[in-house]
Structures are given as structure tokens and as C-alpha cells.
């Protein structure tokens, strides 16, 4: 079973190594169309020359097992040959015993001649170790007065040191248990050393602390010797270790009654007694050092350097320096066993993380944020570039995977700050706006603005550039988006306040302050400021970005665009609906009795001309066209819509006037905008003009004749000018509705709302040609 998920595991494995493969050789859509075959010859060229490799392999491993199989045949008859061999030895030995006759007193002699060698020696040492003694004292003396210079030399005080030890050892062996006397006096004898142990490994590990001090000299000989100190220690530790598994063996097999035990104690015997060393784990104090050493030096220079999150980004330039030093000069003095590169990798990169971690625990500011994160990302990629150090191999990883969250907060305490500012800002110009106390500031190109959009987009700039430092384009679009949700609430504000100031401009003039025209005209002409504002971020910064994000920065850019289009929209309408709130008297008399015996038509043109000219004059000229399209389109509407109140069309003079009229209007019009748009608005009065003078026998056509080019007539608004006509009876009248009734009953609204032209604007009349039942008969 478990040989089973092993295998689904590894099939697993393989199968999502492919994928990542490919995944990486077609990176785009049209790679399957170009680089399919390319791919299908290259992996087909790699398969050949990997079923090839793994044939050989296969073959070698067949070879080796085979003369692994001969060596185990031939292996087998030369023990058994050894074997015969040891007993043949073995009776020869029990034979030799039975030709001497004093075997036991000779081997009793030889003990005792080695224990007099042994004695004689020991006695030697015995009396040159106070003289040895002082000799390692003066000598640790000397190396600490010489440590600037260098000159000392570990390995030969380390084996001086290391002689008196192993004869303290062995001499504590000698004495016995039970001999209190010995052991006191040797205790005596031996106290110094203990101390001299000491003083020699506080000067080995200061030593230690400055390896780099020592590379950076050129003293790697220095360090070897240090290290070959360590090694010896090292194997020393591992020699007591086997002989206390060795003593302990002893003690089993003797309580077991081995028959070996003999040959095991006296091995043992042979070396001598000795007290059991004290283990000292010099490699490890040594890589506890040097991890000490690496937290301090990285601690320091976050304290002293970096100084908190404002240098933060120097820590990248440090560690590679630092890294860069100890693959240079201090690697190459260390064995290869240690894997010292790595560990120092590894002791710098837990420091630095210790470090950070430390200054983002507290409260963070926006930009504090923002800096961390790009140094995150620039550190890994200059530790990969400039020491082919993997992001992976780093652990833990930096911030500990609080990348998100720290985006996150940066975005909600700039989102904040935003709205912070712009809530300000609001205030500032709304109270601008509606106290009016002054005329509105004039740019160098005459046009009226408020200067919102500067401060605006000031505000904005700053996140997006701290965003684009940092390098965190998905972040970048998530502030945009919630920018856009502010901008929205902005453009609410406005639209709110323009329509309580037209209010109270159009319903009660006199209670309101001067200059709402020049302020809405101020306010739109802003707008497209910030239109061009965000234009020019949507294509200078969108380009940067990876084709990922880049789509949809975009469109939140363009998202901002439309909300500041709507409120220079919004703007334009109010300028237009005070424009014609004064012309309203006028357009209400059209047709009735003033209208046929006075000129209302002049007053209509000053006031326009009055508007039009400020407009021409500070206003956008995209909104300038805009609305003069717009007053066009209102003008030619309400000549229109006109047509609802109580009036009278007569014969003849209502379409003289009505085209002496239009062309005057024309003539105004051609002025500020297009003569080709104002021909084309202002046709719906020629239809007007059309209908008022067709005869009887000619309305059916004429009707119908419209209603192929404005599908959206209104049956109403003919029945309305028909109805008013002096020159139709009720008879001729009711004739000719039924007819355009009856030929209209198939048309609705659903199957004209695809061709909504002017008409369908109209304020008096159902829209898209809704037929209006016994209006009038």
C-alpha cells in the first residue's frame, strides 16, 4: 500500500514538473501556434538522448551487481580460509604453552617489566610538569601580548596544553579511588590547570571573534590554526565517546560472562587507566560564536546604519558585501564539511529577519510600508542576481509571508488619508462655491478653474508613485479602484450641489450669490483638467506595468476618466437649464398672439449671444461645442414642444415667421458651432414648418415621409399641430387622424427605441411614437 502512494506521488510530481515545463516554454497564446513544433523536436531530441543515458546506466548497474555477486563468492572462500588459518594458529599457541614450563612466570615478568617502563615514564613527566606547566603559561602570555600583530602560533600552544591535559588525565587514572592522599595530592598539583584551560580557550575564542578582522589581514593561516584546534577537539570528543560505549561494553559482557572479556579488558588494560575527559563541543561553541557575531554585526548595523525603516533598503548592499567578503576570503580557510558559506547565508538572513521583524511590530505608516515592501522584493532579487542565492533557500522568508497583509494595510491607511484629503479639499471648494465672494481664478489661457484638480491629483500622484517604487502592481490597481470609489462620492457631492444651486438660481434669484455661471463653468472646465490628468497616467504609468496588470490599470483609469466626464457633464447641463430658465417667458409665448404680433425671437438671440460669449471665453472648447450642441438642441425642442399649449397655427403666417425666424436662428447658431449639425437639429422645426403648411390631400405622405427619417415622431405632436391648424374643419381633421392612426396601429415603442433621434427628447409628447387615443375627437 505504501509502495503504491509512493508511486501516485511521484507520478504527481512528474506530471506537475511537465506542466511547469511548458508552462514556461509557451508563455503565450500564439507560442502554439510558432513554437508548438519547436518544442515537439526539442523534447523528442532530449528524450533520445535521456533513454540513451538511462540505458547505459542500466547496463553499468547490471555490471556492478554482477562483480558484486563474484566479489561476495570469492569473498566467502577467503574466510573460510581465515578461518582454518586462526585455528591452526590457535592449537599452535595452545602448544607452545605445554613446551614451557614457566609460562605463567614469564608472563608475569613481561607485565611486570611494562608496568616499570610505564612507571619510569610516567615518573619523567610527573617531574617536567610544573616546568611544561609554566613553558603553556608563557606562552599564552606571549600570544596575548603579540594578538594585534598576529604572531602566535595556536598549534603549538594548543599541543603543549593538550599534552598536559591527557597526563592529568592519565595520572588521576593512576592514582586509585581509594587512595585519598594521591588523589589529594595530585588534585594540588593539577589545580593551576584548570585555570589554564580556561584562560586558553577565552584567548581561542577571542581569536575567534575576529575571523573577519583575520581574513580581511590575510591571516587565513590564523584561522586554519584555529581550526585545526577545533578538529583536534573535535576528534579527541569523539575518541572519549567510543571509549565510555567501550567501558560500558566491558561491564555488559562481564555481567553476561562473555568469553571474550579477557581479550576486551586487557585491550583496554593496555592503553592504561585513565579519567574520562570532559567533552568540550569546540565546533559547536564555535558555530555559536560566529552566529553571535553575524546577530550583532547585522544588529548594529540596522542601530547605527540603517536607522530604523528610512535606510532599510542599504541592508541589501550591506549583506551582499558582508556574504560577498566570506565567500571570498573566509570560506576558503574553513574545511568542506563545515558548508560554512551556507551556514553564514543562513545566520545573516535569520539576523536580517530578526531585525525586521522588529521594526514592523509597532505601527507603521503608509509610505514606511510601501519602502519596506520594495526592499523585501530587491533584496531577494540582488541576492539571487549577485550571489545566486534562491529566494527559497532563505528561511524563514522575510516578513514571514506578511506581504499581503502589509499591502493591505498600506492600502487602507492611504484609501484613508485620500479620502482624508479630499474630504478637506471638498469642504474648501464647496464653500468656495456656493459663497461666491469672488470671481473665480482665471488660467493663462482665459478659461475659469478652481484648482481642485492640482491638489487633486497631487494627493494621488504620491500613492501611485510610492506604489510604483515599491513595485507592487497589483497593488496599484486595488488603489486606483478604491481612488475611484472616492472620485464617485466626489462626483455625487457636486452633482448634488450644482442641482440646489440651479434651484435657487431659477426659483429664487435674488436670494442667492452672483457668479453660479462663472463657478459651474470653473467647476467643468476642472473636470477636464482631471481628464487629462488621469489620461496621462493611464499611459505613462500603464505602459510599466507587466501586461497582467496593465489591462486593468487601464481601465480604472479610464474608469476615473468617465466619473470626471459625468461631472463636467453635470456642469454643462446646469449652465444650459439657467440658460434657458431665462428664456423660459419667451419660449412660452411661442405661437400665441405676442408671438404673431412681436419679435420675441430678438431677445432670445442677446441673451444667447450674452451666455455664448462668456462660454467662448472660459469655457473648455470640448465643452463649449458640447453645449452649444446641447442650447441647439433645447432651442429647436422648445419651438417643438411649443406645440402643446393653448395656441393657434395660421395659414401663411405661422410658417413666414416660423422660417424667418429659423434662418435668423441659423445665422446665430453657424456662428459657435458646425453648420452642418445646426442644419441637421434644426430640421425638426422645418418638419414643423412642413406640417403647418401641408394641404390636406398631402399630410398623409408628408407624415410618413418624416416618419422614414425620425421613426421617433410622436403621432401626438401631429395630432397636436393638426388640431391647431385655422385652415382644417373637424371633418377634414378626423379624416386625416383616423388615416395616420389606422397606418400607425403597428408601431411601438420596443421597435423603435433602436432609432431614438431628437424627437424622442421632447418634454410635451409620449416618446417613441406612442399614439395618443381620442386626444381630441
Not at 508548438?36 to 528524450?47: F, G, I, P, T, W
Not at 558548508?339 to 531585525?355: C, G, M, P, R, T
Amino acid at each position: 500500500m505504501n509502495i503504491l502512494s509512493t508511486e501516485a506521488v511521484t507520478d504527481e510530481n512528474v506530471r506537475q514538473y511537465a506542466i511547469q515545463r511548458l508552462a514556461k516554454l509557451l508563455r503565450h497564446p500564439d507560442d502554439l501556434v510558432y513554437k508548438a513544433d519547436d518544442v515537439r523536436r526539442k523534447l523528442a531530441q532530449e528524450k533520445l538522448l535521456i533513454d540513451a543515458q538511462l540505458n547505459t546506466d542500466v547496463r553499468r548497474q547490471f555490471d556492478d551487481v554482477q562483480e558484486g555477486l563474484e566479489m561476495l563468492y570469492s569473498t566467502k572462500g577467503q574466510i573460510d580460509r581465515v578461518k582454518t588459518d586462526m585455528q591452526k594458529v590457535d592449537q599452535l599457541c595452545n602448544r607452545a604453552q605445554s613446551y614451557l614450563t614457566n609460562f605463567d612466570r614469564i608472563q608475569k615478568i613481561s607485565v611486570a617489566n611494562r608496568n616499570f617502563v610505564r612507571t619510569d615514564e610516567f615518573y619523567r613527566q610527573f617531574s617536567e610538569f610544573h616546568e611544561q606547566y609554566v613553558h603553556v603559561r608563557e606562552m599564552l602570555a606571549d600570544a596575548k601580548t603579540n594578538f594585534e600583530q598576529g604572531d602566535f602560533n595556536l598549534l603549538r600552544l594548543h599541543y603543549f596544553l593538550y599534552k598536559l591535559e591527557d597526563f592529568r588525565s592519565r595520572a588521576m587514572g593512576f592514582s586509585g579511588v581509594n587512595d585519598a592522599d594521591s588523589e589529594q595530592t595530585l588534585a594540588q598539583m593539577f589545580g593551576g590547570l584548570d585555570g589554564l584551560v580556561h584562560e586558553f580557550e577565552q584567548f581561542l575564542w577571542h581569536v575567534a571573534g575576529g575571523i573577519y578582522d583575520l581574513a580581511l589581514r590575510n591571516r587565513a593561516n590564523v584561522i586554519v590554526q584555529l581550526l585545526k584546534v577545533v578538529e583536534t577537539e573535535e576528534a579527541a570528543d569523539r575518541a572519549q565517546e567510543r571509549e565510555v560505549e567501550g567501558a560500558v561494553l566491558v561491564r555488559r559482557q562481564s555481567l553476561v560472562g562473555s568469553a571474550r572479556r579477557p581479550s576486551m579488558a586487557s585491550s583496554v588494560m593496555a592503553r592504561g587507566p585513565k579519567k574520562e575527559r570532559k567533552v568540550k563541543h569546540y565546533r559547536q561553541k564555535l558555530l555559536d560564536l560566529l552566529r553571535h557575531f553575524v546577530a550583532g554585526r547585522v544588529t548594529e548595523f540596522f542601530k547605527q546604519e540603517a536607522k530604523g525603516l528610512d535606510g532599510v533598503e542599504e541592508v541589501t548592499g550591506f549583506v551582499i558585501d558582508e556574504l560577498t567578503f566570506v565567500a571570498e576570503a573566509v570560506t576558503p580557510a574553513f574545511p568542506p564539511n563545515y558548508f560554512i558559506f551556507d551556514f553564514l547565508v543562513n545566520e545573516y538572513h535569520q539576523a536580517v529577519v530578526k531585525n525586521t521583524n522588529e521594526l514592523v511590530a509597532g505601527d507603521l505608516e503608509g509610505g514606511a510600508i510601501l519602502t519596506l515592501l520594495r526592499w523585501v522584493r530587491e533584496y531577494h532579487s540582488a541576492l539571487r542576481k549577485q550571489l545566486s542565492i534562491p529566494k527559497d533557500q532563505l528561511k524563514p522568508a522575510l516578513l514571514e509571508g506578511r506581504e499581503d497583509q502589509l499591502a493591505q494595510e498600506y492600502l487602507d491607511i492611504a484609501v484613508s488619508k485620500i479620502r482624508e484629503w479630499i474630504t478637506n479639499l471638498m469642504r474648501t471648494e464647496t464653500n468656495t462655491f456656493t459663497g461666491r465672494q469672488d470671481a473665480p481664478s482665471m488660467g493663462e489661457d482665459g478659461l475659469y478653474v478652481t484648482g481642485g484638480s492640482v491638489y487633486l491629483f497631487e494627493i494621488v500622484n504620491q500613492n501611485i508613485d510610492l506604489v510604483i517604487d515599491a513595485q507592487r502592481a497589483k497593488l496599484l490597481c486595488d488603489l486606483m479602484a478604491e481612488c475611484n470609489k472616492v472620485f464617485q462620492d466626489i462626483g455625487k457631492q457636486w452633482r448634488d450641489l450644482l442641482e440646489v444651486e440651479k434651484v435657487k438660481q431659477i426659483e429664487t434669484p435674488e436670494s442667492v450669490a452672483e457668479g453660479l455661471v462663472d463657478y459651474t463653468m470653473a467647476l467643468a472646465n476642472e473636470q477636464i483638467r482631471s481628464v487629462v490628468q488621469a489620461e496621462t497616467i493611464r499611459d505613462e504609468t500603464g505602459d510599466r506595468l507587466s501586461r497582467s496588470h496593465q489591462e486593468r490599470f487601464k481601465a480604472e483609469l479610464s474608469q476615473s476618466m468617465d466619473i470626471f466626464m459625468n461631472i463636467a457633464e453635470s456642469a454643462t447641463q446646469t449652465l444650459a437649464d439657467i440658460v434657458f430658465s431665462d428664456l423660459r417667458p419667451i419660449t412660452a409665448a411661442l405661437y400665441t398672439a405676442e408671438w404673431y404680433q412681436e419679435d420675441l425671437l430678438q431677445p432670445v438671440i442677446e441673451t444667447l449671444k450674452d451666455y455664448c460669449q462668456d462660454f467662448q471665453d472660459h469655457l473648455d472648447k470640448y465643452l463649449y461645442k458640447r453645449l452649444m450642441q446641447d442650447l441647439l438642441s433645447r432651442f429647436a425642442l422648445s419651438y417643438v414642444d411649443a406645440a402643446s399649449g393653448k395656441v393657434k397655427f395660421r395659414k401663411g403666417k405661422s410658417s413666414e415667421k416660423l422660417n424667418l425666424e429659423l434662418h435668423r436662428a441659423t445665422k446665430f447658431f453657424k456662428e459657435h458651432m458646425d453648420s452642418g449639425a445646426v442644419t441637421e437639429t434644426l430640421s425638426i422645426v422645418r418638419i414643423l414648418i412642413s406640417l403647418i403648411d401641408s394641404t390636406p390631400t398631402m399630410i398623409f405622405l408628408e407624415f410618413f415621409s418624416v416618419k422614414k427619417q425620425y421613426p421617433d415622431l410622436p403621432l401626438a405632436l401631429v395630432e397636436d399641430i393638426l388640431a391647431k391648424r385655422d385652415d382644417l374643419d373637424k371633418s377634414q381633421l378626423k379624416s386625416i387622424l383616423e388615416s395616420l392612426r389606422q397606418k400607425s396601429k403597428g408601431e411601438t415603442g420596443s421597435s423603435l427605441a433602436k432609432q431614438r433621434t431628437l424627437f424622442s427628447k421632447l418634454k410635451s409628447y409620449p416618446p417613441l411614437g406612442s399614439v395618443s387615443k381620442g386626444r381630441f375627437l
